[in-house]
């Protein structure tokens, strides 16, 4: 069973900076797309991003682009999500996520495998 670990929230003021990181041990995550999600109290879980197993495609959510980034080091079996520009309606537990399937999606129930969830804080 592939186990998902997420690290690196917290509370940051507007417009500062996180990075998440996910990874996963006993499992290579390189044959698999990666997801970032994120839910907030009250809401439904919402895509923010997601990244090829290659690295070399990228997709994000209108809400987050320009100011979030996927990255993958597979060499470290480690996706990591840049966080840039905070604002307070980014907080939310952000759970990374993974796909056998090639496709990106923003879907979540295209992923097979989800991580516990850290949770991120925007306030001042």
């Known amino acids: 069973q592939l186990q998902l670990v997420e690290s690196g929230g917290g509370l940051v003021q507007p417009g500062g900076s996180l990075r998440l990181s996910c990874t996963a041990s006993?499992?290579?995550?390189?044959?698999?797309?990666i997801g970032w999600f994120r839910q907030a109290p009250g809401k439904e879980r919402e895509g923010v991003s997601c990244?090829?197993?290659?690295?070399?495609?990228?997709k994000y959510a209108d809400s987050v682009k320009g100011r979030f980034t996927i990255s993958r080091d597979n060499s470290r079996n480690t996706v990591f999500l840049q966080m840039d520009s905070l604002k307070p309606e980014d907080t939310a537990v952000y759970y990374c996520?993974?796909?056998?399937?090639?496709?990106?999606?923003?879907?979540?129930?295209?992923?097979?495998?989800w991580g516990q969830g850290t949770q991120v804080t925007v306030s001042s």
């Open positions: 006993e499992f290579s995550l390189d044959r698999h797309v």
């Open positions: 996520a993974a796909k056998s399937s090639w496709y990106l999606s923003l879907s979540s129930p295209n992923y097979d495998y």
């Open positions: 990244i090829s197993s290659g690295g070399g495609s990228t």
